[in-house]
Nanobody, 122 residues
Framework: VQLQASGGGLVQAGGSLRLSCAAS????????LGWFRQAPEKEREFVAA????????YYGDSVKGRFTISRDNAKNTASLQMNSLKPDDTTVYYC????????????????WGQGTLVTVSS
């Protein structure tokens, strides 16, 4: 599976952005899709994940209630709707795919997109 993240940009605090993750490969629907973020000199942080059939979604504590993850297996895409953005949300966001049930650990993910930069101004 090859992944490509897009949709990042500059937004004011309190605003919204929608990130997209486009996947290639027939097996996209087999994988749990996750979003992670990582700022320079900081550890990678789990943001959100969605199970292969969209039955289950998971969120990191820092984004719960503000971000929503979704996917469309027919279109091989996943999205991360980000609302009420804060300056602390500024960093590079990555989409990733895993066949593991441990959705919150980046090391469990087999495939990664190239990242998209989100900048939230105060």
């Amino acid at each position: 599976v090859q992944l490509q993240a897009s949709g990042g940009g500059l937004v004011q605090a309190g605003g919204s952005l929608r990130l997209s993750c486009a996947a290639s490969g027939r097996t996209f629907s087999w994988y749990t899709l996750g979003w992670f973020r990582q700022a320079p000199e900081k550890e990678r942080e789990f943001v959100a994940a969605i199970s292969s059939t969209s039955e289950r979604t998971y969120y990191g504590d820092s984004v719960k209630g503000r971000f929503t993850i979704s996917r469309d297996n027919a279109k091989n895409t996943a999205s991360l709707q980000m609302n009420s953005l804060k300056p602390d949300d500024t960093t590079v966001y990555y989409c990733a795919a895993t066949a593991s049930g441990t959705y919150y650990r980046g090391i469990e993910y087999d495939y990664w997109g190239q990242g998209t930069l989100v900048t939230v101004s105060s």
